[in-house]
Every structure is written in structure tokens, then in C-alpha cells.
């Protein structure tokens, strides 16, 4: 089996940030999981851009919630 990227500690971090970010979790209950003692570091591990950042827009949305 090939891997397109090389897997480390930290990719599997980023990824459990990213996902956990993009699945509702707020930043603060994030950075006490990993560990951070600052919001600084967790920033850099949900950075959103492109499609997740589009994808989060529309699910919280209010918006979307209006019954017009």
C-alpha cells in the first residue's frame, strides 16, 4: 500500500483537529483536548480555507434557519 503522504504523529493530530473542528467542536474544547495552553497553536490546527470553509459557512448558517 502507498501512501500520498508521509504519515507521522502529526499528520494523524492535524487530522483529528481538522476533522473535529469541521464536525461542530468549538476551538477552546479543542486546544484542552491537545493539550495547548493558548488558542494560538489550536488557530494553526483548524485553519479552514477553500471548500471546508465554505462547508462550515453553510452548515451554521442562520441564514439557512430562517422560516420565511
Known amino acids: 500500500m ?4 508521509q ?9 483529528y483537529a481538522k476533522r473535529s473542528i469541521m464536525s ?5 474544547s479543542l486546544a484542552a483536548l491537545l493539550g495547548h495552553s493558548g488558542l494560538t497553536v489550536t488557530k494553526r490546527y483548524g485553519a479552514l480555507w477553500g471548500e471546508d470553509l465554505e462547508e462550515k459557512a453553510m452548515k451554521f448558517s442562520s441564514i439557512n434557519r430562517l422560516k420565511i
Open 7 to 15: 504519515l507521522s504523529s502529526h499528520v494523524f493530530r492535524y487530522t
Open 2 to 5: 502507498k501512501f500520498k503522504k
Open 24 to 28: 461542530g467542536m468549538d476551538t477552546f
